[in-house]
């Protein structure tokens, strides 16, 4: 974490300076954009699998909400405090705010200890040395092919992206084109959207959800799935509804991500953790451009609307399914014990106990 953060603040300084030097060309935002958003990948997946190692299992889903909330607040205050500081300070004085607030997460790290699971390669056991980035992946793959449980709720994720990303870029549209609103009304339901994460992040946060955490899960997916289903069919007048609509959305939202997130934490094995929180996070990102590529069509040929009643219709039928796949429902039977190692190394599928 340390590392990547500091990558992200090494990147940061460099765009700061192109702009106060006046020399910044768009190629050099490209390229440290994607530098900074690589870096933050790594952060990210560290994070996820450090939480499991610091905080006790029973609590992970309430840890989970309230990171949900947390971001959803984010969410709400960015847009108008960085308009605000735009207003205020020039390019590179935000930019080295940035920096600051990198400072303030690397420094801590420094002074507090964070478990590391203890890591038994093959190649190490074979003599062989460290392995490297390439062996890394085709591991944490093995891993998910060979647990049918984790590997449904990956494909999950993935058919989730590929139908949500596009439904909210698409909110724009839906706006100015379906309801002949304006950035006003847009903003409305871009706020009861982020009202509803921080109020999701709460409920989950004092309530922890159902005992077995992946129902949680399903029957937020069906949240989900109905308020994205209502946007679909909220008459033209109906903006208020399309509101309404939103913030169940938001509310689901952390409620559907915690629970999955607090499981995988407590059954994957800790030095695998990493490696399927990275693949997870590809795999699903690299649906959301597919689905873009997918719905702008659809939505010009047969409205816009119509992009919500599929997505919607299928988060329902996709969690109803889910509920009726042993594989899915039993994934938190599957007890991994903090020091196991797989008799042939992390890179042999592991036994699944679903």
Not at 60 to 83: C, E, H, K, Y
């Amino acid at each position: 974490m340390i590392i990547a953060d500091g990558i992200i603040a090494l990147a940061t300084i460099a765009l700061a300076i192109l702009f106060a030097l006046n020399s910044v060309e768009i190629w050099h935002i490209y390229l440290l954009m994607f530098i900074r958003s690589l870096a933050g990948g790594f952060h990210g997946n560290s994070m996820a699998a450090s939480t499991s190692l610091m905080v006790p299992k029973e609590h992970l889903t309430r840890i989970q909400g309230i990171n949900q909330m947390l971001n959803g607040g984010l969410n709400i205050v960015a847009a108008p405090l960085g308009a605000l500081l735009i207003e205020l300070l020039p390019m590179q004085g935000i930019l080295a705010i940035d920096v600051v607030t990198a400072a303030f997460a690397i420094v801590p790290l420094f002074f507090f200890a964070v478990p590391q699971p203890e890591r038994i390669e093959q190649g190490q056991l074979q003599g062989v040395g460290k392995p490297s980035v390439w062996q890394d992946f085709l591991s944490g793959l093995r891993y998910m092919l060979g647990w049918p449980g984790l590997m449904m709720i990956a494909l999950m994720a993935v058919l989730i992206n590929f139908l949500l990303t596009p439904a909210f870029s698409l909110l724009p549209l839906l706006v100015k084109d379906y309801f002949g609103g304006e950035a006003l009304q847009l903003g409305w339901i871009n706020s009861a959207f982020g009202v509803g994460i921080i109020i999701g992040g709460l409920l989950l946060g004092v309530w922890g959800g159902f005992k077995r955490k992946i129902m949680t899960s399903m029957m937020g997916l069906v949240g989900m799935g109905v308020g994205t289903l209502l946007l679909s069919q909220v008459p033209p007048t109906g903006i208020y509804l399309a509101v309404g609509a939103a913030l169940i959305t938001g509310i689901m939202q952390p409620i559907v991500n915690g629970p999955i997130f607090a499981v995988m934490q407590s059954t994957v094995a800790p030095d695998m953790q990493a490696r399927i929180f990275s693949l997870l996070s590809s795999m699903a990102s690299g649906m959301s451009p597919i689905g873009l590529i997918i719905a702008g069509p659809i939505s010009d040929k047969m409205g816009i609307q119509t992009w919500y009643l599929i997505g919607g219709s299928l988060c329902i039928l996709m969690a109803f399914i889910g509920l009726m796949i042993p594989a899915v429902m039993n994934i938190e039977d599957r007890a991994i014990q903090q020091n196991e190692t797989p008799p042939d190394g992390p890179i042999a599928a592991p036994l699944p106990g679903d």
